[in-house]
């Protein structure tokens, strides 16, 4: 049976937004390869007191603030890694290679292009994603309407918005795609939908990406994904997490969390089951359902990347 491993993480970054990398040591596992400092919890060890142990033992810092970013789950074929991830908010003294380890900074646009650990790789998705993602409602095909309404959502935060218009004609959605995309200027539209459509959609107005309704994850795992755009999955158990990663996914959301007016019959999975199939995941993962801004907090305790909804950003 493989090792079972917890792993805390810190990401620390600098005044131009780079982020701090170190290098494995030669003889230990994986020697050579970069990965966000940190290193095991302890037993019984609670994860913002191992973080500021690692830190100050790799690096000879002391952590002065720090807030948790993401959860997640790596298997290598002899070990199974859990890793929480934390970003550090403030710290004193000048990080160095306190153990002899390599150290440098690299743009997170970069980081693909150096040789991280695998476990690491999806912090670059958590890096670039946003913790709060607003929805639409499904019925705001009007197009003057859904403008104001995209401008609104991006004045209360959304850093995200997910164009989910299931009523809508493909004729519709390619102007509607269009005036979002305009509407939420810098906000990264991302357009749900059967994959291939979606991504035509996307693709013509200038959107970020996709999201994919679950039932179209088999078929998305024969085709592959878009490869420059942003793919988003919709999930509700372990099943389709596992196939959203194999998907190649970038992020998923996962839902209900609590009863919702939307899917009245959906079973709530609750915050506790919430969290095992978050931290679980090889990818970030968004709380839906029942969840409003400020449950952002308790998600984030929860491994999410952060909440998905629409109440919160559309009245």
Request: hydrophobic share 45%; proline share 7%.
């Amino acid at each position: 049976m493989p090792r079972h491993i917890e792993v805390i993480a810190g990401v620390i970054t600098d005044a131009s937004g780079r982020v701090l990398l170190a290098q494995r040591l030669p003889g230990s596992h994986m020697a050579g390869r970069w990965e966000f400092p940190g290193g095991k919890l302890e037993p019984g060890e609670l994860e913002r007191e191992g973080l500021v142990r690692e830190l100050t033992e790799e690096l000879a810092i002391e952590v002065t603030a720090a807030s948790p970013l993401i959860g997640l789950r790596h298997e290598y074929p002899d070990r199974v890694v859990d890793l929480a991830i934390w970003r550090v908010d403030s710290y004193r003294g000048t990080p160095t290679g306190a153990e002899g380890q390599a150290l440098c900074w690299a743009g997170v646009d970069s980081l693909h292009t150096i040789d991280l650990l695998e476990a690491d790789l999806p912090i670059i998705d958590a890096l670039r994603l946003p913790a709060l993602q607003a929805i639409t409602p499904p019925d705001l095909t009007d197009p003057q309407l859904l403008e104001q309404q995209v401008i609104d959502a991006v004045s209360r935060g959304a850093g995200m918005l997910q164009l989910r218009l299931p009523a809508a004609t493909v004729a519709q959605l390619r102007e509607l795609v269009g005036i979002a995309v305009a509407a939420a200027r810098g906000c990264r539209v991302i357009v749900n939908g059967e994959p291939r459509t979606a991504a035509m959609l996307a693709r013509d107005g200038g959107a970020a990406g996709i999201h994919v309704p679950s039932r179209f994850l088999p078929a998305l795992e024969e085709t592959g994904r878009p490869d420059e755009l942003v793919l988003g999955v919709s999930c509700h158990d372990a099943d389709e997490l596992a196939l959203a990663v194999r998907c190649g996914a970038n992020y998923a959301s996962l839902s209900p969390v609590r009863a919702t007016l939307s899917h009245p019959d959906a079973v709530p999975i609750g915050w506790d089951h919430f969290e095992a199939l978050a931290r679980a995941a090889n990818l970030p993962v968004y709380a839906l359902g029942g969840v409003v801004r400020d449950d952002l907090d308790r998600a984030r305790r929860a491994g999410a990347q952060g909440i998905a909804g629409i109440t919160s950003f559309f009245r």
